[in-house]
């Protein structure tokens, strides 16, 4: 039976993602290099923590910790919480998880409640009492917006063949100075195999200029854990269908090694009090738990929706 063509967006994506034909891998040296550098300007920090109490670093901790310091530790000491927003790219991956494995019509809304179903019922899922816990509109609504981004995929990304080795919510963990130091990092989709592999963040929003840091750090994290560096970094927005990729590069390691670095030093003082944290404005203002009693953050949050502090 002779596989449906692609459509033009499918076709996009794919033409995006293959190889081309003049591609060669990075030589083996990039690995120890890249590896060299961070063992290096992370080396006065072997002894600040310690195996049984590690300093962990993930994706979102490296994002808050070069946004508002202050707004980072705030995060750290408040336990987190599920909303609709926020649950709904986890279960978008779900239902892409699923995806993989169904054998019968790939009907978007019989996917997604089986994704939902999944969810509730493994009490190993971080959101699975919250998704249990929603009243029927609520998870109407959560249904509703995840279909939809489950329909996008189908419609817009290109079938996933089982030689691409596709993988959802891929897990990987490196760790340096007697692994009182944790990289961690769950990648939303990854295709191919070792050596060329295409790490994909799936986003159910618009692309920002962070997403490419996000992917970086995941390309290191690859990089360091398999020892072969990934091929190709992408991030795909759902709602937009557009794709977003760059090259792995020597050079997009080395800046990877540097804002990891940066971070993860940064991180190390204030969580061991060496310094207070810096306070810097930005998006993140809007939902910050300091906000009543940060003048900057209010000030920021005023002048997003256009109220003047002379007009007070």
């Known amino acids: 039976m002779s596989e449906d063509p692609l459509n033009p967006l499918q076709q996009e994506v794919m033409d995006s993602l293959k190889i081309p034909d003049d591609w060669t891998p990075l030589p083996a040296t990039v690995v120890t290099d890249v590896e060299a550098q961070l063992l290096e300007e992370l080396a006065d920090l072997s002894d600040w923590f310690t195996a049984e109490q590690p300093l962990r670093v993930s994706k979102h901790l490296l994002t808050t910790i070069h946004g508002c310091e202050a707004h980072h530790m705030a995060q750290r000491a408040e336990a987190f919480s599920w909303n609709i927003n926020t649950v709904r790219g986890t279960m978008v991956h779900k239902a892409v998880e699923l995806l993989l494995n169904w054998k019968s019509e790939q009907l978007p809304s019989h996917i997604v409640d089986a994704a939902i179903t999944s969810v509730i019922n ?97 390309a290191l994290l690859d990089t360091l854990r398999s020892r072969q560096p990934p091929r190709r970094l992408a991030t795909y927005s759902l709602d937009a269908a557009r794709l977003d990729t760059e090259d792995v590069s020597e050079g997009a390691l080395q800046a990877a090694v540097r804002r990891t670095s940066h971070g993860v ?33 209010a000030q920021f949050v005023r002048q997003l929706s256009g109220i003047d502090d002379d007009d007070l």
Not at 134 to 160: D, I, M, Y
Not at 178 to 198: C, E, Q
Not at 270 to 277: D, G, I
Request: charged content about 30%; aromatic content about 6%.
């Open 122 to 218: 493994n009490p190993r899922e971080s959101a699975s009492d919250f998704v249990a816990s929603l009243s029927e509109p609520e998870l109407a609504e959560l249904r509703g917006a995840v279909v939809g981004s489950l329909t996008n995929f189908l419609e817009c990304f290109p079938p996933l063949k089982p030689q691409w080795r596709p993988v959802v919510e891929h897990s990987a963990r490196y760790a340096i100075h007697h692994d009182s130091i944790v990289f961690t990092a769950r990648m939303d989709l990854v295709i191919g195999l070792p050596g060329r592999k295409v790490i994909i963040d799936l986003k159910t929003g618009r692309i920002t200029a962070t997403h490419r840091d996000d992917l970086r750090f995941y």
């Open 265 to 297: 030093r940064a991180m190390a003082e204030l969580v061991t009090k060496k310094r207070e944290p810096l306070k810097r404005t930005g998006m993140q203002c809007k939902w910050c738990p300091l906000l009543d009693t940060c003048e900057e953050g």
